[in-house]
């Protein structure tokens, strides 16, 4: 167990500490908004970071796909990074999650390529298709915005070694952080219409449910 941490440090953590903040200031940048680019906030993204690294290096040797690891700590870097912008600009880079998808999906493809894991890849079209289709619902019901939509196509890439605990537990996390966010509103003079990130909640469901094993 003491070497899986120390895998899980030096090729996730760390990495997900340096990759996080960077990621974070770009994204605010292409938004015009590198004012909100604070130290607080970046050391935020880069403990998060850190953790997400951590998560996903050790969801892939626990699933005993090692391949699957440089593609979900990038995956999970970017969720961090784009729930960082949402958190405090009420929106979501594009570019940032364009790109993160096009580089995630081409990690996972040749790292679970090379273990002929099929099953997990297309449980990773899969997850990403389900979320997709749900945020678009919530984008036409709920008040989501689009950016949420995009986040959501990323998210769900990295759902292919997902367990059934674990994503109902992403499904809790994302419920109540979004109760919590909506209540902060309302008590601040809010009203039913009052926008809240959702970017936040939706990051903390998806390496929830990929990283969490019974």
């Known amino acids: 167990m003491a070497d899986v941490w120390s895998l899980a440090v030096v090729a996730g953590a760390l990495p997900g500490a340096a990759i996080c903040p960077l990621l974070t200031s770009w994204g605010l940048r292409r938004l015009g908004r590198r004012d909100r680019a604070s130290g607080l906030l970046l050391v935020a ?6 953790l997400a690294g951590a ?14 690891a440089p593609g979900l700590v990038i995956w999970g870097c970017a969720l961090v990074a784009a729930a960082s912008c949402d958190a405090v600009t009420q929106r979501i880079p594009t570019p940032l999650i364009r790109q993160a998808t096009v580089v995630t999906c081409a990690l996972l493809v040749g790292g679970l390529s090379v273990h002929a894991d099929w099953r997990g890849l297309v449980l990773s079209g899969v997850g990403s298709a389900a979320a997709t289709v749900s945020l678009l619902l919530c984008w036409r019901f709920a008040g989501a915005g689009f950016g949420d939509v995009r986040l ?10 997902a367990t059934h605990e674990g994503l109902l537990l992403g499904l809790v996390a994302f419920g109540a952080m979004t109760g919590v966010q909506a209540g902060v509103a309302l008590a601040r003079g809010g009203t039913r ?7 936040p909640a939706l990051a903390a469901g998806f390496l929830i449910a990929a990283t969490c094993r019974p």
Request: zero cysteines.
């Open 55 to 68: 998560l996903t290096v050790m969801t892939s040797d626990r699933a005993d796909v090692r391949g699957l």
């Open 45 to 50: 993204s880069g403990l998060l970071g850190a």
């Open 193 to 199: 219409r009052t926008l809240i990130p959702y970017g």
């Open 152 to 161: 959501a196509a990323l998210g769900g890439l990295g759902l292919g070694h």
